[in-house]
Structures are given as C-alpha cells and as structure tokens.
C-alpha cells in the first residue's frame, strides 16, 4: 500500500514525533511517504520524504503544490495530520479524488472542517465531538524506556508552556509541598509561568527546564517519583501512557482518556485549581504508599504502538480496498 501523510508543522514536537512512530511500524510493510515542510524534514529520513516550503491554508500556490504532488504520485491513503493539513486537503479534494483520513490531535473548539474527509480519528470521544463523518477513538501510544527507574528526587511534569497545559494552576497548587517539581517545556507562557514562581516564593521548589528530546526526557522519567497532568484539555496525553509504560505514577485532571486509565480519587477536576490542589497536596508526599502496577500493566497491554497501528491499517485497508 502506498501510504502519504501530510503534516505542516515547523516544529517537532508531539503531532511530528506522532507520525514518525507510525510512519516507521508502517514502513515495514509498506510504501510510506511524508509529506512536510523543510524544517522538520531531518526526522524522517528514513521514509520517502517531499518538502515542501511553509504556506498559509489559503495560498493557492502551495495548494495547487499539494494537488501536483497527490496527482502524480497516486496514493492509496492520504493521511492529513491536525487542522491546517486538512483544510488543504478539502480544497485539492475539489479537483482531485483520493482516499482521506484525518486525525484530529488535541481537542478543538471548531471540528466543521475535519468532516470533510472520508474518515476522522481522535485520540479521544472529546475530541471527536462534533464530527458527522464516520470516526473512531484510537488513542496515542507509548515507547518503553532503555533507563532503569530509579529512588525518585522530583516530581515532573510535561508540556507546551501554553495556557492549555495548566501549569498556572500546577504552580498555584504547589505552594504547600516540598517535594521537588520539574517542568519541561517551550512556549509562549514561560516568562508568565516563571514570574509565578518568583511572586508565590516558590523558585527553591520549582524549576522550569527547556524541552529535551525523547531520550533525555525518558532519563528524567527514570528519576521522577510521579508526573503531573494539569491539562485544561487534552486529546491524549501521550505523556502519561509514556510515564506508566515506564513505571512512573501519575497524577491528573480528567482529560483526554485519563478517566479509562486512572480511578477517580487520582483525577481533579480540569480548570479547577481547588480540586487540583487538594488532589495534589493529597497524594504527592506519599505517592509511594499507592500502588499503580496495575494501571502500568494494563497501559503496557492496551496502549502500545503496535495495537493502535494495526487500528489505523484497519482503517486504511477499509478505504484502499472499497470504490473512490
């Protein structure tokens, strides 16, 4: 099968990484190509990869550049990857016939424009609320470790430092507790985020680390005692399948597919700063004294990539087999 996904990010982060794991299981077996701009191209060398230079979703030059690309090549799937990806794709399909899947990553506030593909996937029922089109839930996936867990010496927690991601409320939250917290991260609230720190007293306490690749940031998972999730929203968090995968507890707010991973008394409510506090000031100082070995067992046995690749195949095989 020759397999095309297509991303617009000028960034690697989450969505990228996304794709070059699924890209990679399906690379095995068949013909994949990506389809990205420039500045991410570097990581996925090892699949057929076509450049392409970062347009607005309303340039006609870069869309009839997506139609050249499709028109030639003949595709089996095309697979567009968040909104941008699919907005452009719903304009070549005008002109153009092909077999389109789109994910939706996150959780969006307007999905109209998802419901122009054949079929949508979301890593969540939350986010695929509103979705006319045929759809499924097929949540993120994990990658184990090569570090050994060790006596934990913070408590960490991972994201964009965007206002999505709640570390205000995470910040707020810890003014009662000595453990230690981490947070890795880039983006747009850093220096709001650390002015917090500084005004509530807490820089002794809480740090903020720059985000690290995927190999370091399994070497912090090694040395944390729990991750923390104060999400607003989420469409997964793959954070969390990759901390239990690993053996680190978790603590979150209930977004994404937590409350299938997670029993109630280790969710807080999302947006809730009381709720959080009160879970966190609850269970950090002894997260220890609760188990979750199950929890990483069952995260292990439901959540790896390769039973949630053979969803996506079953998706594709679906479309490449029936009639355009």
């Known amino acids: 099968m020759k397999i095309c996904h297509y991303l617009s990010s000028s960034s690697y982060a989450g969505v990228e990484q996304h794709v070059a794991e699924l890209a990679t299981i399906q690379n095995i077996k068949h013909e994949v190509t990506v389809i990205c701009n420039k500045e991410i191209a570097d990581n996925y060398k090892e699949f057929n990869v076509i450049e392409i230079k970062n347009f607005s979703r309303r340039s006609l030059a870069g869309i009839y ?22 907005s452009v794709l719903k304009i070549v399909r005008y ?9 939706i990553h996150g959780v969006k506030k307007n999905v109209s424009v ?44 991972v994201g964009r430092l965007e206002k999505v991601k709640g570390f205000d409320l995470l910040i707020k939250s810890w003014i009662n507790i000595k453990t230690p917290l981490l947070i890795v991260g880039s983006g747009s609230e850093k220096k709001f985020l650390q002015h917090l720190i500084d005004s509530l007293n807490l820089s002794d306490v809480i740090t903020i680390k720059d985000w690290v690749n995927q190999e370091k940031l399994y070497e912090l998972y090694s040395q944390a005692t729990l991750l923390v999730i104060s999400s607003r929203s989420e469409g997964g968090p793959r954070v969390a399948l990759e901390a239990l995968a690993n053996d680190l507890p978790v603590l979150s707010t209930d977004v994404g597919h937590m409350n299938i991973i997670l029993p109630k008394e280790l969710l ?20 220890g004294h609760f188990n979750q070995s199950a929890i990483c067992d069952h995260v292990r046995e439901e ?3 390769e039973k949630q690749s053979n969803k996506v195949m079953k998706i594709y095989d679906d479309f490449s087999r029936s009639d355009l």
């Open 268 to 287: 807080a409510s999302a947006n809730d700063l009381d709720s959080l506090q009160l879970l966190l000031e609850s269970y950090v100082e002894n997260i």
């Open 303 to 305: 959540f790896s990539l």
């Open 65 to 86: 550049k997506i139609f050249k690309i499709l028109k030639a090549s003949n595709f089996d799937i095309v697979h567009a990857h968040a909104s941008k990806p699919t």
């Open 95 to 103: 002109f153009l016939e092909f077999n389109f899947i789109t994910t």
């Open 114 to 157: 998802f419901n122009h593909a054949d079929f949508v996937i979301g890593g969540s029922k939350v986010a695929l609320k509103g979705v006319t089109k045929p759809n499924t839930v097929i949540h993120n996936w994990y990658q184990l470790s090569k570090f050994q867990k060790v006596n934990g010496r913070y408590a960490i927690a």
